[in-house]
């Protein structure tokens, strides 16, 4: 069924008990498992500080560092973040599944990060971000301290941008680079790799993942013949309007066309970076780039209110059995 999302109105409070706040734990004594893990807590939230896991711009992240986890059996949604980024680009959304009571683990994927470029545009790491996440499932089902807080029958991912082609590879997906060997004519990187006749082995996929929120992923290796593998169910966004990594939204619009299963959409008047957190000033002064949005005048902030509200109840019906 597609649905705009301008129509779709709900609110967290209309989702059950009263919100709890955000628990955080800090991942980074391991630069393969660098980021962080939110989960429901029974206190006050503030802002935590990211000390070396901070990317420049201060990001304002709130929660309860190192609080105790609140709740038992609960669902865990893993998150993978686009090209460049960072564990926290999807921070709101982290805190709202958080409070909503689920437990949310993201990381940075080494060597394509906001502070870490040394694989992006290569080709390794079309195959490294897929197994980034299977590490990242792995730390939190068998040796996070925590671990027995979750329902391991239970797990979610969201992706944004290449993190939506990661999960869609974690799904069953096997990455097409016939269109890009045919047409990037790039001297380095994916292109001359391709070009020079190297391949990548099939990424690693997960059963573990029951369900999954995909939002603009990049749609270069995807057609319609490899996403006939995906079986699981899962929400689907798309910007109108596009940007960079996934063109001026047309891409994305025929990866919609070719999904079977009839997926949950969301088509949004907006470009890219819409999806990403809402911007303070003084983040829209640092990096103008990932906080201005197509149109000028497009509510980010009133968007993710309603964005953050249909995760949470998707996420809710698809590992909660609709329990609230």
Known sequence: MRKAVWGFAVALCCLGAPAKAAGIQ??????????????????????????????GAEFDLNGVKDCPVSGAKLPLVIFSHGRGGWFGANHD????????????????????????????????????????????????????????????????????????????????????FTWLAENCKEATGVCAQLHNGERLPDPPQDARIRTAVIVDPAPAVLTRKNLAAIKIPFQFWRSQFGGPGVGDGSPVARVAGWLQGKPEMHVVPAGHFAFLAPCTPEQAAAVPRICTDVPAEFDRAGFHRDFNAAVVKYFHEQLAGGDQ
């Open 26 to 55: 800090l991942l980074q004594s391991d630069p393969a498992l660098s980021g962080a893990i939110w989960y429901p807590c029974a206190a006050e939230p503030t802002h935590v500080a990211l000390g070396s896991l901070s990317v």
């Open 93 to 176: 959304t982290e805190e709202a599944l958080a409070d909503a009571g689920f437990i949310v683990a993201a990381i940075n994927h080494p060597g394509d990060t906001t502070n870490d470029s040394s694989r992006r545009d290569t080709l390794p790491v079309w195959g490294s971000r897929p197994a980034d996440m299977v590490r990242l499932l792995d730390f939190m089902l068998k040796d996070w301290k925590d671990r027995a807080v979750i329902d391991p029958a239970k797990v979610g991912f969201f992706g944004f941008s290449l993190g939506g082609y990661t999960g869609l590879a974690l799904m069953g997906l096997k990455p097409d």
